[in-house]
């Protein structure tokens, strides 16, 4: 198979039978383990960020463990994915993993440009996207963010060039926000349903297995911020897109210690509509929720944890940084994504594959109660 199935994630994780009973979930189309390996750096432009290489720790983390593997074509101009490909081409071929394992995803949205870094990459969006015919320029906002149809297109075909791969498992929409302030509400909506049409077509093509949208602040807002997004304006696109055959399946969004909105803002509509937080509205409409930025870039440990917090969530033999990931990969994400360039750090975050996830009221302790309003 040329994607992740039941049956090879199930016999994926049964090389792991020490690991706790909840290390993997399966969501019916198959099993994803709690913990995801992200991809992202920021400041992209900087040369070390070029230097440092993913693929060693890709590789450690799929053979102990982790088969979820996030990235989106923006990272780090192509090369991230281009560093996943490689790992996943040296594993296929050694015989030590196979696709129908491994829940590979990435994303469309921004435009990549790609390394080493154009001397004019404003020339670089007239040469590569506009001459091409692949988006207007007025379809492209400050310079990188673009959602016309034959630009996501493109964009997803290059991602699995990048990657070597036939499918995707997952492609996110990634950060459709970043139009709001620039473009009307309404306007952006458009967008997203051109979008999704674009991505049910892909869908039949073979080339992508679901799709979602993966947010920065989006669904995060109070509604009336501009920056804000529906969930349940975003569903009604996918079910006017593909009836109840829709495959908008997943949101992906920010979920850690200091940015727990996911957890107990209740801003987001449900099905009956009232308000209830991110995760409880996801659940609500049938979806998933992937947590993204479990350390929020490390700046979550610029002070030492109070006890209670490592109490509550039950690391308390455990450093810091594996606190935090307890409580991002707890609540109500199917996995939370984490970075790691060098691979002693994947293989300390293993750690917690022999833990339980935090109960439900360590997390109120910390987080509060949740109620629809």
Not at 5 to 20: H, I, R
Not at 261 to 280: C, I, V
Not at 293 to 298: H, V
Request: glycine residues 8%; negative net charge; hydrophobic residues 40%.
């Amino acid at each position: 198979m040329n994607y992740a199935t039941k049956e090879g994630t199930f016999t994926y994780l049964k090389q792991f039978p020490k690991y706790s009973k909840d290390f993997y979930t399966f969501n019916g189309d198959f099993f994803i383990s709690s913990l995801g390996l992200g991809t992202f750096r920021k400041e992209p432009y900087r040369e070390e960020n070029y230097v440092i290489n993913y693929k060693e720790s890709i590789k450690l983390a799929i053979l102990n463990g982790i088969n979820h593997i996030d990235t989106a074509i923006n990272y780090r101009y192509q090369v991230s994915e281009q560093e996943i490909g490689e790992a996943l081409n040296e594993l296929f071929a050694e015989g030590k993993a196979s696709r129908d394992q491994l829940v590979i995803t990435s994303k469309a949205g921004f435009i990549p440009l790609e390394f080493p870094f154009p001397e004019n990459p404003y020339r670089w969006i007239d040469e590569e996207v506009i001459q091409k015919g692949l988006a207007q320029k007025d379809e492209i906002i400050i310079d990188q963010h673009c959602l016309s149809s034959d630009y996501l297109r493109w964009s997803v075909e290059k991602s699995l060039e990048n990657l070597g791969l036939e499918t995707l498992d997952i492609l996110y929409l990634h950060n459709p926000e970043t139009q709001l302030g620039y473009v009307a509400y309404e306007t952006l909506l458009e967008r997203i349903e051109e979008a999704f049409m674009l991505f049910e077509k892909l869908v039949r093509e073979g080339k992508i297995r679901a799709y979602g949208i993966a947010g920065w602040n989006g669904f995060l807002y109070e509604e009336g911020h501009k920056e804000y997004i529906s969930l349940m304006d975003i569903v009604k696109i996918a079910k006017k897109v593909g009836d109840n055959g829709h495959h908008f399946k997943y949101v992906q969004s920010p979920y850690n210690l200091a940015k727990s909105e996911a957890y107990h803002f209740s801003n987001q509509k449900g099905p009956d509509g009232r308000y209830y937080t991110l995760m409880q509205a996801v659940g609500g409409f049938g979806l998933q929720m992937i947590g993204s930025s479990s350390l929020l870039q490390l700046n979550l440990f610029k002070g030492k944890f109070a006890p209670a917090i490592s109490e509550a969530l039950g690391t308390s033999e455990f450093n810091d940084l594996l606190t935090a990931l307890q409580f991002a990969r707890s609540g109500g994400v199917i996995s939370a994504l984490f970075g790691a360039v060098d691979p002693l750090h994947v293989r300390d975050n293993l750690t917690l594959a022999y833990l339980p996830k935090a109960n439900i009221n360590g997390l109120k302790t910390l987080v509060g109660e949740t109620n629809a309003l």
